[in-house]
């Protein structure tokens, strides 16, 4: 698994993480590291969850924990944005060219009012799935802040 961020932030990992930020048990067989765990959990920046369906529901799971309230779910109509919080987006590869576009319409919207913190997941890589044009190069950069990559090997 690898974790890259778009605005690498010289973050500390102390020794002794609190335990809402501990990395679970139940990704060890991720190979995913304390300090990426850390980053994940602590930076309240766009999560993209990219892997497995059974690996993507693993680290969903595992963050729900640490995330920020209030916990929206995208059903494919914009919830209420007011105070920001936490959009849990599943499945974003599946979204059809409408769906994606209302997304993007929302995140926009949002980002001039209340921040929101979307932490979303993908069971194929998405980056060859714009150059088939079947999902929108804006989307992918909006949702791609720091990447959770679990086809890759530690």
């Known amino acids: 698994m690898s974790i890259r961020t778009s605005r690498r932030r010289a973050q500390r990992v ?5 335990e809402a930020h501990a990395l679970p ?10 300090s990426d765990w850390w980053i994940v959990v602590t930076s309240h920046m766009n999560v993209l969850v990219e892997g497995s369906d059974t ?22 109509r914009p919830p209420d944005s007011r105070g ?22 929302y995140l926009a919207a ?18 060859p799935m714009i150059e088939r044009g079947l999902f929108r190069e804006e989307l992918y950069y909006r949702l791609n802040t720091v990447r959770v990559d679990l086809n890759e090997k530690a």
């Open 55 to 76: 690996g993507t529901d693993a680290v969903m799971a595992a963050l729900q924990p640490p995330l920020r309230t209030p916990v929206r779910r995208w059903t494919g």
């Open 110 to 127: 949002a980002r001039g009012q209340h921040p929101v913190q979307v932490v979303s997941t993908s069971s194929q890589l998405l980056f």
């Open 25 to 34: 048990p139940e990704l060890s067989e991720f190979n995913i590291s304390r």
């Open 84 to 105: 920001g919080g936490t959009l849990i987006v599943r499945a974003v590869d599946r979204l059809d060219g409408d769906a994606q576009r209302t997304l993007l319409e």
């Open 14 to 18: 102390p020794r002794a993480l609190p």
